[in-house]
């Protein structure tokens, strides 16, 4: 019998897609989530259980039978700016308790989705390797780098396999169009329609979301102990760049109205690649062309 | 008139001796705990606030017309093994949800007491310095790492003030003969009645409580940015030596029962000292063997 695998927030952007490759790897996939996103597709043979997180017996009779979790979920963006009681509350207790259940479960692999674009804050155009410091400069990240330091505890004292991802920008089909965060398919819509656009952060590193899931797979089959990977191309590419190849594959010029930058958002993020291929053998295989011409092909079907 | 520091926790054993301190510096000293510990004594001159720190009413009360915070309440102690949610539930939030009020009152400087007994986990017998990596052993300790993590934040994106010190092991007169931590009075207390003490960690730097008050008062007066010092001596004692001084200044022989190590203590904790005489010129004052007289002689009067 095929190994479970516990995909909380998989019925999320990120989380549709490592369902689909955790399937395809062979994983048995359970599905935990508040809602499924009207944007995604799960895979057929995809158990899916509608709770929440916050809510530890619901979790607990989720876990019974995985070998691994994927912990995906979170309530807030890079642009939020809620207070750091709020985030810690709503962001880091439910992975935490979700830790205190492990003991009495089967799990023997735990995935976190961190976020390569906020812990590092302003880091410069070079990429960043794991080792840099941390210094996030919006309570999302911080959340995040909470989350990593309880995890690593974890792994210190358990033994147990836990791998912190930390992804760039992911992009890709089904990305809502019209959610908070995912500049792509925005951008795409807006541009589509003839809407204004807003530029508000220069370089980031994009990387499309089949490749991402893919490390969540690989992360979710490594034994005990503890790694922390970047998840991103090592490729950065500015707004300007990006707006340009929306426009070709879009096939319209964009309307670009104003520039606007947040105090959270750094000038650059680019990720280097070096661990997570040395570590998983991972690295990215669809190039940001390619991705876009993907994404915007799955976007067209739905607007 | 002079300016007023909110103590929290300042009716603890640390907490009484920052009161002091502050005070003899020109302060005016308002504690705010949920009590005064029965084995201290705060200056006659100190506003008393009962109150608990969950309470962001009455925190925000206490904080008016503060220029300065020192946050020195912990529910929980190294030994301690509770579950992860729990500290950062109890020991991590109340600082945060302290943080999100600051904004709004007249605090310039905030003070943080985390444990440089614990924050940096298993690091070998030479003195620490502040840049090494944390590595916690319990989650008391990961609690300390999380609000760090969390006021460094706050300094980053405010311009505050803040202050985190990493004390190593503070004895002196206050500390309780019967409490969970505090391995000096609850040895001289069973030494001097003859009772069986049990020998459980190897080396520590122990720090007098008095010279560390001052490092709180010192650091409660630094201007903007982030801070973060060791608050010890420099100087590792076995426990085996911590005992024939102990035998020496109680005057009478141990009985040391058996030896047992706990998960979470790490072999051996000794703080360098060079970032705190840099950034504050403080340095510690009272030798061991003149501090265990000054406890013992505290002591017999309370027993």
């Not at 695998?5 to 359970?30: C, M």
């Not at 479960?105 to 880091?123: E, L, N, Q």
């Not at 520039?259 to 280097?272: M, P």
């Amino acid at each position: 019998m095929n190994e479970t695998v516990l995909l909380l927030g998989g019925g999320g952007f990120i989380g549709s897609h490592v369902a689909a490759a955790a399937t395809a790897g062979g994983y048995r996939v359970r599905v935990f989530d508040r809602q499924v996103s009207p944007w995604v597709t799960l895979p057929s043979t995809a158990e899916v259980v509608i709770g929440d997180c916050a809510d530890s017996m619901a979790l607990r009779a989720a876990l019974a039978g995985c070998m691994g979790v994927v912990q995906l979920i979170s309530s807030s963006v890079p642009g939020d700016a809620s207070p750091l009681g709020r985030e810690v509350r709503d962001n880091v207790l439910p992975t935490l308790d979700l830790l205190d259940l492990l003991p009495e479960t089967g799990v023997r692999s735990i995935v976190f989705a961190s976020s390569g674009g906020t812990v590092y804050g302003d880091h410069g155009p070079a990429p960043i390797t794991e080792g840099e410091r941390l210094a996030p400069r919006c309570s999302h990240g911080v959340g995040k780098t909470v989350v990593e330091q309880c995890l690593a505890f974890h792994a210190r004292t358990t033994g147990a396999a836990v791998t912190i991802l930390r992804p760039s920008n992911p992009y890709g089909p089904g990305q809502s169009p019209m959610g908070r965060q995912g500049v792509i398919p925005i951008f795409m819509r807006k541009v589509s329609l003839g809407e204004e656009i807003t530029l508000f952060y220069p370089v980031r590193d994009y990387v499309y979301v089949e490749d991402l899931a893919a490390a969540f797979v690989q992360a979710v089959g490594a034994s005990g102990g503890l790694r922390v990977l970047n998840a991103g191309t090592g490729q950065g590419t500015s707004l300007e760049s990006l707006v340009g190849l929306i426009e070709s594959v879009v096939g319209r010029r964009a309307r670009v109205a104003r520039r606007d930058q947040r105090g959270c958002d750094v000038a650059a993020n680019i990720l280097a690649t070096d661990g997570i291929r040395r570590t998983l053998g991972w690295r990215p295989q669809v190039d940001l062309a390619t991705g876009l011409a993907r994404t915007w092909s799955w976007l067209q079907g739905t607007l």
